[in-house]
């Protein structure tokens, strides 16, 4: 007999590993990853037919007359008509309120951007004394409910002349979507590099140079992460102009919507109403579907340094 055909001997210590229980094991664990693959599908499927379903209803019903929204409420319009977008922009002065909203939010925005990213910076690259405690008010902010200062709110906004008004309504804005972006942009800045900075001061620049021109825009993706979030909530935002905004050509989208849906409902104009709801959707729709990339690596790039 061979050499190579001889049988090894045994090692008690070192023992031959138990091959089918490894295999045994691992079969288990690929089998309960697809069990939880299938059910987080199954998970995500349901809450997009939920999500979408309602958004198409709703435009689809645009298109329609009044008689097939009663009649044949889930069907294919019959024929796809603009004069229910007509009345909704020019008869409900869907118009007025969509360029009152652009104007709100746009500043709004703005000052949020431009005032929580230099918070955020300063929080996030100057260690002082006080530095966590302000962190930490911020962040408190951010828990704090809006209903519990609504009535002092509206006092204030009155004595200091900004309500009835687009521009004292995009400084509450501002000032109500402030935390969010100070708590999320300080997370961003504090993974950005130390050594870029550090060039740039050996480079000659001054604190202010080095923030505008280099850790700005580094910051790109953050910033319009958190662009996104604030426009969303504020073209939604409904209670602060329902409260501070009684003057019905100072009215936003949200408040002109809702007045839409009380008058519409007594003039029987479903069809314009639907045209209403859809318009005020698209900005908000297209923005995000334009900036989804940026999203994206936005949040993964300030939760993970």
Not at 166 to 188: K, M, R, S, W
Not at 203 to 228: K, N, Q, Y
Not at 259 to 264: H, I, R
Request: hydrophobic share 50%; with cysteine; aromatic share 14%.
């Amino acid at each position: 007999m061979s050499v190579h055909s001889q049988p090894r001997a045994l090692d008690p210590n070192h023992p031959v590993p138990a091959e089918p229980a490894r295999r045994s094991g691992r079969d288990q664990a690929d089998l309960g990853g697809r069990t939880l693959n299938v059910f987080s599908h199954a998970f995500l499927l349901t809450w997009a037919v939920l999500v979408i379903l309602p958004l198409l209803w709703t435009v689809l019903n645009s298109f329609k007359s009044d008689d097939e929204i009663l009649t044949s409420a889930w069907s294919l319009p019959g024929s796809f008509s603009l004069d229910s977008f007509v009345r909704a922009w020019t008869t409900a002065n869907i118009g007025q309120y969509f360029l009152n909203t652009a104007v709100v939010v746009s500043l709004g925005v703005f000052l949020t951007l431009g005032l929580g990213s230099l918070v955020a910076y300063v929080i996030a690259r100057y260690p002082f004394p006080g530095n966590r405690v302000i962190y930490f008010l911020f962040v408190a902010g951010l828990t704090f409910p809006v209903f519990l200062a609504i009535v002092p709110l509206f006092f204030v906004a009155r004595s200091l002349q900004l309500a009835n008004s687009l521009p004292g309504l995009a400084l509450i804005y501002t000032a109500y979507y402030l935390p969010f972006a100070v708590f999320f942009l300080t997370a961003y800045f504090r993974t950005l590099p130390d050594s870029i900075a550090d060039a740039a001061f050996i480079d000659g620049c001054g604190h202010w140079r080095t923030f505008f021109w280099v850790m700005l825009p580094m910051a790109r993706p953050g910033m319009i992460s958190v662009g996104i979030f604030v426009t969303i909530g504020q073209w939604n935002q409904f209670l602060l102009p329902l409260v501070l905004q009684t003057d019905p050509d100072k009215y936003v989208i949200a408040q002109g919507l809702a007045s839409l849906a009380v008058s519409q409902e007594y003039a029987s104009d479903w069809s314009g109403l639907f045209a209403g709801l859809t318009l005020s959707m698209i900005p908000v729709l297209v923005v995000y579907i334009v900036f989804q990339r940026q999203i994206e690596s936005g949040m993964v790039a300030g939760a993970v340094k």
